[in-house]
C-alpha cells in the first residue's frame, strides 16, 4: 500500500501516548460490548451476577479457548487452519483408544499432545515446503484426513472409561478455582509474552505484514511457519484432553465446528484476517464474549441453532467493523 | 509458442486422468464384477450427478481465487423450505419448487457475493460465518423435524426417479449445466473475464473488467446451483433434514480439485471438471461394492485431494525447471 504522497518514512515502535489512541482501542469496544452481555445475563437470571458465576462458568465455555492463541498466530501470520476441529477429534481418540488398549493414562495423555504436534506440523510442513499450494488447500484437506483417520479407528463408536483422576482436568479446582480457568490463565500469559516480549512474536508480525521482505531480513520463515502450525496443534490437543475431560468420553465427531468458533473469537478480538495486526488482548476478551453469549442464550432457552446463527453472524459483522475501522485509520497519516 | 505448450500439459493432465478413470474401473472390476453392469453405472451417475452440478458452481468461485464451504448448508436450507411448502401445498407444480429452491439459493450467494465482492470479505470467513447462519436457519425454520417422504407429493418426488428421454431426470439435469456452463465459459464474454480476473485480478480491473461484478456473479450462480441441487437433493432422498449435506462442500472441493481447477485461481476446464467429477463419483461409489467400510471414506477422499494438489504442484515445478534449463542452454 505505497502511497506516492508520502516522502518520507518514519518508523516508531511505539506510538504517542495520547487520550485519543487509548481510547480508540478495538479493546475498549470489546469491553463494552461484554459488559453488555453481562447486564443483558444479568437481567435474564437474577443469580447470574455473582463472584462465582464469574469463576466457574467459564470451564463450561474455556476448551476451545486454547486454540484461540495458536489460531490468533496463524491468523496474524495472514493464514488460517480451518483443520483445527479435526485434529481435536484425532488426538482425542488417539488417547481414548490408547488407554483402553492398554496404556497407562498419563502415557495416553502424552500420545494425545504428541498426535496434536504431528497433525500441526505435518500442516505447517505442507505449507512451508509447497508454497504454491494455498493454506486453505492443505487445511481442507487435512481437516478430512485427520477426522477420517478418526473415524477409521473408531467408527461410529464412543469410547472412554478413564480414570477418576482424569475429570479433575475439566472439573477439578485450585483453591476453589476451576483448574480450566487457570491453565487459560496462564496459557493467556505464555503465549502474550510469546507474542509481544520475543523476536520470535515480531517475526510473526512481520510475515503478517510483509512475508518476502521479513525473509530477506534474515528472518527464517518457513521454520516460524512450521512452529506456529505446530503450536496449533498442541493447543488442539490440549482442547482436546480438557474437553474429553469433561465429557468423560469421546467419539469421532467430537469438536465439529470448532474451527469456526475458534476463528470467529479470534477475529472478533480485533485480529485482521489480511495479517499483521492484532493483539493478544482483544481475543482473550472475545473468548469471554462469546461464552458468556452462549451462556446467556442457554439462560433465555434459546436453542443451540440460534447460537450457531449468532456465532456466524458475529463472525461476519466483527470483519465488516474492523474493516470499517482500518478504512477510518487509514484515511489518516498512520503513525 | 508458450501459449500450444500450456495446453499441451493441460491435455496431459486430462489424458492421465482420463487413464486413471480407466484404470480404476479396471481394477473395481476386476475386485466385484458388478460395477461395469448398466444398473449400476446408471445409479453411479445419477449419485454423482448433483456433485457434478455443484462443482461447475464451484469451480467459477475457485477460478476467481475464493471458495464457498457454505454450500452445504444451502443445500439444507433450500431442500427444507421447499421440503416444507410442498408438504404444506401438495398441489404445487414440482417445476415451481424447483424455481423457490434456486431463488432461495440465489439469494445466499448474494448475500456471500455482497461480503467478498463489496465488503473484500475474505472468502473462506464469509462463507464460514454464512455456513453457520444458513445451517443454524434450516433448524430453526424446520423446528429440528425431518420432513419425510410420506408428506411429500409424488409429483415432487417424480423430480430425481423420473426419466426423460429414457435417462434419469438428474443426470439431464447436470448433463444441461455442463452444456451451458461449457458454451457460458468458453464462448461468452462474461466466461472468460471470469478467468481473466482469476489469473491477474489487477490486470483485469487495469483492462476495464468489472472485477467486482464478475466475483458477486459467481457466487450468485454457485448459490443458485446449491439452491436448485437442496432440491434435486430432497427430491432424490425423498427426506429433508437439518443435518442434510454436512460437510458436501469439502466433497465438492475435492472434485474440482481432482479435476486440476486451481485453488490459486484462473485455471480450470470443464472438461478436466467433469472427469474429476466422475473419478470422486467412482471413489464415493465403489469403495462399497470392494468392501471398503464407509468410515474410510473421509480418510480416502483427504488423502485424494492432497496427492493430487501435491503431484500437480510437483508437475509444475518439473515443467517450469525444465523450461528454465531450456531456456538457459539456449
Same mark, same amino acid.
Given at each position: 500500500?505505497?502511497?506516492?504522497?508520502?516522502?518520507?518514512?518514519?518508523?516508531?515502535?511505539?506510538?504517542?501516548?495520547?487520550?485519543?489512541?487509548?481510547?480508540?482501542?478495538?479493546?475498549?469496544?470489546?469491553?463494552?460490548?461484554?459488559?453488555?452481555?453481562?447486564?443483558?445475563?444479568?437481567?435474564?437470571?437474577?443469580?447470574?451476577?455473582?463472584?462465582?458465576?464469574?469463576?466457574?462458568?467459564?470451564?463450561?465455555?474455556?476448551?476451545?479457548?486454547?486454540?484461540?492463541?495458536?489460531?490468533?498466530?496463524?491468523?496474524?501470520?495472514?493464514?488460517?487452519?480451518?483443520?483445527?476441529?479435526?485434529?481435536?477429534?484425532?488426538?482425542?481418540?488417539?488417547?481414548?483408544?490408547?488407554?483402553?488398549?492398554?496404556?497407562?493414562?498419563?502415557?495416553?495423555?502424552?500420545?494425545?499432545?504428541?498426535?496434536?504436534?504431528?497433525?500441526?506440523?505435518?500442516?505447517?510442513?505442507?505449507?512451508?515446503?509447497?508454497?504454491?499450494?494455498?493454506?486453505?488447500?492443505?487445511?481442507?484437506?487435512?481437516? +478430512?484426513?485427520?477426522?477420517?483417520?478418526?473415524?477409521?479407528?473408531?467408527?461410529?463408536?464412543?469410547?472412554?472409561?478413564?480414570?477418576?483422576?482424569?475429570?479433575?482436568?475439566?472439573?477439578?479446582?485450585?483453591?476453589?478455582?476451576?483448574?480450566?480457568?487457570?491453565?487459560?490463565?496462564?496459557?493467556?500469559?505464555?503465549?502474550?509474552?510469546?507474542?509481544?516480549?520475543?523476536?520470535?512474536?515480531?517475526?510473526?508480525?512481520?510475515?503478517?505484514?510483509?512475508?518476502?521482505?521479513?525473509?530477506?531480513?534474515?528472518?527464517?520463515?518457513?521454520?516460524?511457519? +512450521?512452529?506456529?502450525?505446530?503450536?496449533?496443534?498442541?493447543?488442539?490437543?490440549?482442547?482436546?484432553?480438557?474437553?474429553?475431560?469433561?465429557?468423560?468420553?469421546?467419539?469421532?465427531?467430537?469438536?465439529?465446528?470448532?474451527?469456526?468458533?475458534?476463528?470467529?473469537?479470534?477475529?472478533?478480538?480485533?485480529?485482521?484476517?489480511?495479517?499483521?495486526?492484532?493483539?493478544?488482548?482483544?481475543?482473550?476478551?472475545?473468548?469471554?464474549?462469546?461464552?458468556?453469549?452462549?451462556?446467556?442464550?442457554?439462560?433465555?432457552?434459546?436453542?443451540?441453532?440460534?447460537?450457531?446463527?449468532?456465532?456466524?453472524?458475529?463472525?461476519?459483522?466483527?470483519?465488516?467493523?474492523?474493516?470499517?475501522?482500518?478504512?477510518?485509520?487509514?484515511?489518516?497519516?498512520?503513525? | 509458442?508458450?501459449?500450444?505448450?500450456?495446453?499441451?500439459?493441460?491435455?496431459?493432465?486430462?489424458?492421465?486422468?482420463?487413464?486413471?478413470?480407466?484404470?480404476?474401473?479396471?481394477?473395481?472390476?476386476?475386485?466385484?464384477?458388478?460395477?461395469?453392469?448398466?444398473?449400476?453405472?446408471?445409479?453411479?451417475?445419477?449419485?454423482?450427478?448433483?456433485?457434478?452440478?455443484?462443482?461447475?458452481?464451484?469451480?467459477?468461485?475457485?477460478?476467481?481465487?475464493?471458495?464457498?464451504?457454505?454450500?452445504?448448508?444451502?443445500?439444507?436450507?433450500?431442500?427444507?423450505?421447499?421440503?416444507?411448502?410442498?408438504?404444506?401445498?401438495?398441489?404445487?407444480?414440482?417445476?415451481?419448487?424447483?424455481?423457490?429452491?434456486?431463488?432461495?439459493?440465489?439469494?445466499?450467494?448474494?448475500?456471500?457475493?455482497?461480503?467478498?465482492?463489496?465488503?473484500?470479505?475474505?472468502?473462506?470467513?464469509?462463507?464460514?460465518?454464512? +455456513?453457520?447462519?444458513?445451517?443454524?436457519?434450516?433448524?430453526?425454520?424446520?423446528?429440528?423435524?425431518?420432513?419425510?417422504?410420506?408428506?411429500?407429493?409424488?409429483?415432487?418426488?417424480?423430480?430425481?426417479?423420473?426419466?426423460?428421454?429414457?435417462?434419469?431426470?438428474?443426470?439431464?439435469?447436470?448433463?444441461?449445466?455442463?452444456?451451458?456452463?461449457?458454451?457460458?465459459?468458453?464462448?461468452?464474454?462474461?466466461?472468460?473475464?471470469?478467468?481473466?480476473?482469476?489469473?491477474?485480478?489487477?490486470?483485469?480491473?487495469?483492462?476495464?473488467?468489472?472485477?467486482?461484478?464478475?466475483?458477486?456473479?459467481?457466487?450468485?450462480?454457485?448459490?443458485?446451483?446449491?439452491?436448485?441441487?437442496?432440491?434435486?437433493?430432497?427430491?432424490?432422498?425423498?427426506?429433508?433434514?437439518?443435518?442434510?449435506?454436512?460437510?458436501?462442500?469439502?466433497?465438492?472441493?475435492?472434485?474440482?480439485?481432482?479435476?486440476?481447477?486451481?485453488?490459486?485461481?484462473?485455471?480450470?476446464?470443464?472438461?478436466?471438471?467433469?472427469?474429476?467429477?466422475?473419478?470422486?463419483?467412482?471413489?464415493?461409489?465403489?469403495?462399497?461394492?470392494?468392501?471398503?467400510?464407509?468410515?474410510?471414506?473421509?480418510?480416502?477422499?483427504?488423502?485424494?485431494?492432497?496427492?493430487?494438489?501435491?503431484?500437480?504442484?510437483?508437475?509444475?515445478?518439473?515443467?517450469?525447471?525444465?523450461?528454465?534449463?531450456?531456456?538457459a542452454t539456449m
Amino acid at each position: 500500500m505505497a502511497d506516492a504522497r508520502t516522502p518520507e518514512i518514519r518508523i516508531q515502535a511505539v506510538r504517542n501516548w495520547s487520550w485519543k489512541t487509548f481510547f480508540f482501542q478495538w479493546e475498549w469496544l470489546l469491553v463494552v460490548v461484554l459488559l453488555l452481555v453481562v447486564a443483558v445475563n444479568t437481567y435474564l437470571s437474577p443469580f447470574f451476577l455473582a463472584l462465582s458465576t464469574f469463576i466457574h462458568t467459564p470451564a463450561t465455555f474455556l476448551d476451545k479457548a486454547f486454540i484461540v492463541f495458536p489460531m490468533m498466530m496463524v491468523i496474524i501470520l495472514g493464514k488460517i487452519d480451518i483443520s483445527v476441529g479435526s485434529t481435536v477429534a484425532l488426538s482425542a481418540v488417539m488417547m481414548a483408544v490408547a488407554y483402553n488398549a492398554g496404556l497407562p493414562m498419563p502415557a495416553a495423555i502424552v500420545l494425545c499432545l504428541l498426535v496434536g504436534v504431528l497433525a500441526g506440523a505435518f500442516n505447517g510442513v505442507l505449507i512451508a515446503r509447497f508454497k504454491e499450494l494455498s493454506f486453505v488447500i492443505v487445511t481442507i484437506s487435512t481437516m +478430512m484426513i485427520y477426522r477420517g483417520i478418526a473415524y477409521i479407528i473408531l467408527g461410529d463408536q464412543a469410547s472412554g472409561r478413564f480414570p477418576g483422576w482424569f475429570s479433575l482436568f475439566g472439573w477439578g479446582t485450585v483453591m476453589g478455582v476451576p483448574f480450566m480457568l487457570v491453565a487459560f490463565v496462564v496459557c493467556a500469559v505464555i503465549f502474550g509474552l510469546l507474542l509481544h516480549k520475543t523476536s520470535f512474536g515480531r517475526a510473526i508480525y512481520g510475515m503478517g505484514h510483509n512475508a518476502i521482505a521479513c525473509r530477506y531480513s534474515g528472518v527464517n520463515t518457513d521454520r516460524i511457519l +512450521m512452529t506456529v502450525f505446530t503450536l496449533n496443534g498442541l493447543m488442539a490437543a490440549v482442547t482436546a484432553i480438557f474437553l474429553t475431560s469433561r465429557m468423560g468420553s469421546t467419539r469421532p465427531n467430537v469438536a465439529l465446528g470448532y474451527e469456526l468458533e475458534v476463528i470467529a473469537m479470534v477475529v472478533l478480538g480485533g485480529v485482521s484476517t489480511n495479517g499483521g495486526i492484532g493483539r493478544i488482548g482483544g481475543p482473550i476478551l472475545a473468548v469471554f464474549i462469546v461464552g458468556f453469549l452462549g451462556y446467556g442464550m442457554g439462560l433465555a432457552n434459546l436453542q443451540a441453532p440460534i447460537v450457531l446463527v449468532v456465532i456466524g453472524l458475529l463472525l461476519i459483522v466483527s470483519v465488516l467493523a474492523l474493516r470499517v475501522r482500518f478504512t477510518i485509520r487509514r484515511k489518516k497519516p498512520v503513525v | 509458442m508458450a501459449g500450444r505448450k500450456v495446453t499441451f500439459t493441460e491435455n496431459l493432465r486430462e489424458l492421465g486422468l482420463f487413464i486413471f478413470i480407466i484404470a480404476l474401473g479396471f481394477a473395481i472390476q476386476m475386485r466385484n464384477p458388478a460395477f461395469l453392469r448398466v444398473s449400476n453405472i446408471v445409479s453411479l451417475l445419477t449419485n454423482t450427478s448433483i456433485l457434478g452440478i455443484l462443482a461447475v458452481g464451484m469451480m467459477l468461485v475457485l477460478l476467481t481465487r475464493g471458495i464457498d464451504l457454505s454450500i452445504g448448508s444451502t443445500i439444507a436450507f433450500s431442500g427444507m423450505v421447499t421440503a416444507l411448502t410442498v408438504a404444506r401445498y401438495p398441489g404445487m407444480p414440482a417445476l415451481l419448487a424447483v424455481a423457490q429452491g434456486a431463488a432461495i439459493g440465489v439469494v445466499i450467494g448474494m448475500v456471500i457475493g455482497v461480503l467478498v465482492a463489496r465488503f473484500d470479505v475474505l472468502p473462506i470467513i464469509a462463507t464460514l460465518g454464512m +455456513m453457520n447462519i444458513v445451517r443454524g436457519l434450516t433448524y430453526v425454520v424446520s423446528g429440528g423435524r425431518w420432513v419425510s417422504a410420506y408428506q411429500m407429493p409424488d409429483s415432487f418426488k417424480a423430480l430425481a426417479t423420473g426419466r426423460t428421454l429414457g435417462i434419469n431426470n438428474l443426470i439431464v439435469v447436470a448433463i444441461v449445466v455442463y452444456l451451458v456452463a461449457t458454451y457460458f465459459m468458453n464462448h461468452t464474454r462474461t466466461g472468460r473475464r471470469i478467468y481473466a480476473v482469476g489469473s491477474n485480478p489487477d490486470a483485469a480491473e487495469v483492462s476495464g473488467i468489472p472485477k467486482r461484478r464478475l466475483v458477486f456473479l459467481v457466487y450468485t450462480i454457485m448459490g443458485g446451483l446449491a439452491g436448485l441441487s437442496g432440491v434435486l437433493w430432497v427430491a432424490r432422498f425423498a427426506s429433508a433434514q437439518g443435518d442434510t449435506a454436512v460437510g458436501y462442500e469439502l466433497q465438492v472441493i475435492a472434485a474440482c480439485i481432482l479435476g486440476g481447477v486451481s485453488i490459486l485461481g484462473g485455471v480450470g476446464k470443464i472438461s478436466g471438471l467433469l472427469l474429476g467429477t466422475i473419478l470422486f463419483g467412482i471413489l464415493a461409489n465403489a469403495l462399497p461394492l470392494i468392501d471398503v467400510s464407509p468410515f474410510w471414506q473421509m480418510g480416502i477422499q483427504g488423502v485424494t485431494v492432497l496427492v493430487a494438489v501435491m503431484t500437480n504442484a510437483m508437475v509444475i515445478r518439473n515443467t517450469e525447471r525444465s523450461a528454465l534449463r531450456r531456456r538457459a542452454t539456449m
